[in-house]
């Protein structure tokens, strides 16, 4: 299958190594929720919903057969905001924050979305035009490497995403409504079922 359309876009840095360090200083449980509400309110969401998603998704039309494992029960974040290109950016870049200086910015530290690897190894969000995974370990998507470990796809521009892999994006347009492009920044923490 081909994967026309999907451009790396990953985070940068000896990723695994820096967000094992935030882990460890970082503390597991609600903290978690927090943080993406956090995210939510710097996408100017006025709304946010989260579902502990208890379906299987098929696995026939993933971006790679590796991808299958996380296509079971996952935690499902819906917010109503839209990254900016800045947010965007400064999500991909660990402890090195592009809103630091952005007044009414609560994510100014680069750190708090990571604390989603306490619950995969593979987080995922649709914002706006985008679909965006992170692979920091590089295990899961095709083509991808430590100076580039993501993949970032405009569903807008390449429009038969949600055709070519039904099964990839099942998650995200089954939950809360959401259709791809539709708008609506939707976050996804899948782990393996």
Request: some cysteine; aromatic content about 10%.
């Amino acid at each position: 299958m081909a994967t026309e359309g999907w451009q790396d876009f990953g985070q940068k840095v000896d990723l695994t190594a820096r967000i094992r360090e935030i882990l460890l200083n970082y503390p597991e449980g609600t903290s978690i929720l927090k943080e993406i509400v956090q995210n939510a309110d710097d996408a100017r969401a006025t709304c946010i919903k989260f579902c502990l998603d208890c379906r299987h998704h098929g696995t026939g039309s993933l971006l790679a057969p590796a991808m299958a494992a996380f296509q079971g029960p996952a935690l499902l974040a819906f917010n109503d905001g839209v990254f900016s290109d800045r947010d965007l950016e400064s999500i991909s870049r660990i402890g090195d924050s592009k809103k630091k200086e952005e007044e009414g910015k609560t994510g100014r530290f680069g750190v708090g979305f990571n604390s989603c690897y306490h619950l995969t190894d593979l987080p995922s969000f649709v914002s706006g035009r985008y679909l965006i995974i992170f692979d920091p370990h590089c295990r899961h998507l095709p083509n991808i490497s430590s100076t580039n470990p993501g993949k970032r796809i405009d569903f807008i521009q390449y429009g038969d995403v949600a055709t070519v892999y039904a099964d990839q994006v099942a998650p995200y347009t089954g939950a809360f409504g959401c259709t791809l492009g539709a708008g609506g920044a939707g976050q996804k923490g899948p782990w393996p079922g």
